[in-house]
């Protein structure tokens, strides 16, 4: 299992300790460093950021918002990044949800997510493999664009420059289990947001049929620390936000995972709490069994009896959220 440094988003300016962490991981031989957006910072320019101070370490997104750009305009940006880094981009692309999708992007959440998200994939590949011209009669994601709004004069193109991979490789954030199972068909690997490694069999049914080579990269909060309720927190704090405010109380991707994980009771509280302002009393409804499944937290002797139930699994890649170089340098070391 391969350790990556997943370092988010910024909140309300640049983490003046994410390059430090980044080039500290790259020393300790972490074999992949990622950056994420939601709506503020962007993903691929703190990438880039990264790329240029260091040599060796893979770079992804985790994740790039599809909604954000068009998939050539995606596609652009990670053979540019691929060619300046020496062959080290992955991709990894996520749907979102409507509020963002709509209340962000101001642009309509597709009917059907797994059709969009496989065309975006489909266009993403046509630029990489620099095949022909991009052409797929899509019905959200059409090159050339035909829709009855334009001018009917566009005309089917294929990438000036030439990638610098074709191969370039494509992961998915999924959450529901016909996702999951599609992400196994049309991408390269797959990027849980909660993984336990005692519930595996809540995507088993997902999961049948692995390609050789096929990526599981989860992330998970890790440091070391005495205090195990108190390393939580953070865990518990980042659960209430994104259960009780990542979506609608309608229609919430992650507080339905939360309830398919056995935990739909506790779910519906968060986001009970969260959407009527009490934000601090949801956090506190995050069980800490939860949290604690989902991140490696405590003294470095529990870390390592919990980390060797990661190793057991299918996960190829654990995304560490660690705050600071020790627990960067304490999980290296439990893993070699």
Not at 66 to 77: D, G, H, K, N, V
Not at 84 to 107: A, C, D, K, N, T
Not at 196 to 220: N, W
Request: glycine share 10%.
């Amino acid at each position: 299992m391969r350790l990556g440094l997943a370092l988010g988003y910024w909140g309300r300016g640049p983490n003046p300790a994410h390059l430090d962490l980044a080039t500290e991981a790259e020393r300790l031989g972490y074999d992949s460093v990622w950056t994420a957006e939601a709506w503020g910072s962007d993903a691929f320019t703190p990438l880039t950021w990264i790329a240029a101070h260091t040599s060796r370490i893979r770079l992804g997104t985790a994740i790039a918002q599809m909604a954000a750009r068009t998939p050539t305009a995606t596609a652009m940006q990670a053979l540019t990044l691929d060619h300046l880094s020496g062959g080290r981009m992955m991709l990894g692309l996520g749907l979102s949800g409507p509020q963002v999708v709509e209340g962000w992007y101001g642009r309509p959440f597709p009917a059907s997510p797994l059709t969009a998200t496989r065309e975006y994939v489909d266009v993403i590949r046509q630029v990489l493999r620099r095949e022909g011209p991009v052409a797929l009669d899509g019905r959200f994601h059409s090159h050339p664009y035909t829709g009855s709004d334009g001018t009917g004069i566009g005309k089917a193109l294929k990438p000036i420059t030439h990638p610098l991979r074709p191969d370039l490789p494509v992961l998915l954030g999924a959450e529901g289990p016909k996702n999951i199972a599609q992400t196994t068909r049309i991408a390269d690997g797959w990027l849980p947001l909660y993984w336990s490694p005692t519930r595996t069999d809540v995507y088993k049914a997902a999961l049948t049929e692995l390609p050789e080579g096929f990526m599981i990269a989860p992330m998970a909060r890790a440091r070391v620390c005495e205090d195990v309720a108190e390393g939580l927190l953070p865990v518990k704090a980042m659960l209430g936000f994104y259960i009780g405010g990542m979506g609608h109380a309608a229609r919430n991707f992650h507080a339905d995972l939360m309830a398919r994980m056995g935990y739909e009771e506790e779910a519906r509280r968060i986001q009970e709490l969260f959407l009527a302002g009490r934000k601090e009393e949801a956090v506190l409804a995050v069980p800490d069994a939860f949290a604690d499944e989902i991140s490696l937290v405590g003294p470095r002797e529990r870390i390592a009896e919990r980390l060797e139930l990661w190793r057991t699994g299918p996960v190829t890649d654990l995304l560490v959220t660690a705050p600071d170089p020790d627990t960067l340098r304490v999980l290296a070391e439990l893993n070699s």
